[in-house]
């Protein structure tokens, strides 16, 4: 039986974070990582597969991120874990025991159960087998799709097939897209894009069933509506949103949540010994110390971090989730953090807003682009709790220095006495700064 002081279950970014931290302790401990899949992949890369701005290859990440680190990779699907033994199994029969365990095994995407649903043709989008089927039905002249989810995901796979000259129909239940991430006024510049792009949207709306025989030929949502395939057999893609992927630890003495393996700051479970992290973990926001959803691999990231340190020793916590996030709509950048001002209300918050909107670059430069910036406060405390960001380039960095202000606690007068820089080619003139505008503006209304 093949021991080992550390095994992960699961190599996307919680796993390879944590061999990255083993690999720069020197800890002299025997590591191993155990996943199922022939790659890791850059999921949120796969659209650009499909759109053809990238070949598949180019979404693998190279196995040696792993064993560079001095820890074993072992291509194998775990099927049983005996927590009281600390004993793994896998598919191909054999039995691993480890001193500590990491479970980062991620998360599965969530397929409604309503009628038709198990159909042909009706699918997810999360694995390189997904991106395979679609890529497969695309290069068989598909005709016609139905995304659900107006999410980053669904709007970056409509786009991908959009290009590839598919028809695209975009259904999400709520009255914007991207909805999670930015408020109705934010968005509405690139929602008015996808339309002109033509791709058909129906907002407030859902899908409640899918009929046909053996494909699906038609589409029903709640309204009335109906999307028809024709005499074909059509595509329905949801992307709904993901579920935690611990199935196999269902029974087994692992404290489970409704949205994940429970674990405290250091992700430790309640069994000895047993670390968690990444979208697999129910964890809380930063901001309001209650259970969210944070199923990103920009949250992962730290969260396998943290859990490797305290595997070494080390007393690191993870403070919680603030879902900084990105997408791209044609020409425009989008990005978020915190809470949108309709989320900051239904937490309780009082939400004061602010804005800015300058260029990217000296507006009298070649290629410069607007820039919005849009700051959420609260009433009470006056810390910032959210920001939304949209333009046509440098967003994300934006969206990081709004989420640094949160994880400062930063109020708004603190926010707007940014220290900045400038220069012609990569930022406004140095008489402003959009996020300092924004802060300032929430300032005024504060006082």
Known sequence: MNKYDVIIIGGGPAGISATRVFGQATSGLRVALIRPEPHSMIYCAMPYVIEGEIVLEKTFKADTLVTDNGVDLIRDKVIEVNFKAREITTASGNKYCYQK???????????????????????????????????EAVESGLNKVVVVGAGAIGIELAQALKARGVEVHLVDM???????????????????????????????????????????????????ERISFGMEDGLVVFCVGMKADIYLFRD???????????????????????YAAGDCVEYKSALTGKVIEGKLATNAVPMGKVAAWRILGENVEYAGFYNGAATK?????????????????ENGYTPITGYGETTTRFP????????????????????????????????????????????????????????????????????????????????????
């Open 101 to 135: 365990l990491l479970i980062a095994t991620g998360a599965r995407p969530i397929l409604p159960n309503i009628a038709g649903s198990q159909l042909q043709g009706v699918m997810t989008f999360k694995t390189e087998g997904d991106l395979s089927a679609i890529m």
């Open 174 to 224: 709520q009255d914007h897209i991207l909805p999670a991430l930015v408020d109705q006024e934010m968005v509405a510049e690139a929602q008015k894009m996808l339309q002109e792009h033509g791709i058909i949207l129906y907002l407030n709306n859902r899908v409640v069933a899918l009929e046909g025989n053996e494909g699906v030929r038609e589409v029903a949502m709640a309204n009335g």
């Open 252 to 274: 087994t003495g692992l404290a489970l949540g409704r949205n994940g393996i429970l674990v405290n700051a250091g992700m430790e479970t309640n069994l000895s010994g047993v």
């Open 329 to 345: 709509i044609y020409n425009l950048r989008i990005g978020g953090t915190g809470f949108t001002e309709r989320a900051a209300t």
């Open 364 to 447: 009298i430069i070649p290629g410069a682009k607007k820039v919005k910036i849009k700051l959420i406060a609260d009433k009470g405390s006056k810390r910032i709790i959210g920001g939304q960001v949209i333009g046509g380039e440098a967003v994300v960095e934006r969206v990081d220095v709004i989420t640094f202000a949160m994880q400062k606690m930063a109020k708004a007068s603190e926010l707007a006495t940014l220290s900045y820089a400038a220069q012609p080619y990569q930022s406004f003139y140095p008489a402003n700064n959009a996020i300092v505008m924004a802060a300032e503006e929430i300032v005024r209304k504060l006082k």
